[in-house]
């Protein structure tokens, strides 16, 4: 027997780089051997992590950082923007829903990027040859699963959809492959 228990949630984590916390930081010394680091960062499996949509080392903010009076991104501006890129999510899909209304396939409604199919994955990421070449070398040489493919695919769209894009460029590309830390080794 199987019961299925429908829930969405967003998932934030956060996990030291290594036992004592201080792999790759600039100002104290690691004292954890490579072995120790892969150790401890195995203790989540891969399969898990494949899962996960963004990873990434957040290094300790710096005292001249903390104390700057350099002017950033408003938390409004900031709103405004992701306001502007669900909306553009929210009709993308919500086109998708009509146009499918009378199709055997009919697309679930969905309303983010996150939870595009992989048929809407390869109707709304079109790549350029450029960001195909991008993203099979980042398939190649980090040995990124179909699952990590997809992923790279969906964060991709937000961030072209933040930036107000009409399709996904190299750079959304590039920047969102770097969003998966863990698939690189990075603590290896």
Known sequence: ??????????????MNPCPCGYHNDPTRQCMCTPPMIQRYVSKVSGPLLDRIDIHIEVPAVQYKELRSN??????????????????????????????????????KKIFANAQMTTQ???QHCDLAPEAERVLERAMQQQGLSA?????ILKVARTIADLENAQGIAVKHLAEAIQYRTLDRGYWS
């Open 120 to 122: 809407q994955i390869r």
């Open 147 to 151: 699952r990590a493919h997809d992923r």
């Open 70 to 107: 350099s002017a950033a991104e408003s938390s409004a501006d900031i709103r405004a923007r992701v306001l502007a890129a669900r909306k553009l999510q929210h009709e993308r899909f919500a086109a998708d829903t009509k146009a499918s209304a009378s199709s055997p396939k009919a697309f």
């Open 1 to 14: 027997m199987s019961l299925s228990f429908p829930a969405r949630f967003m998932l934030a984590a956060a």
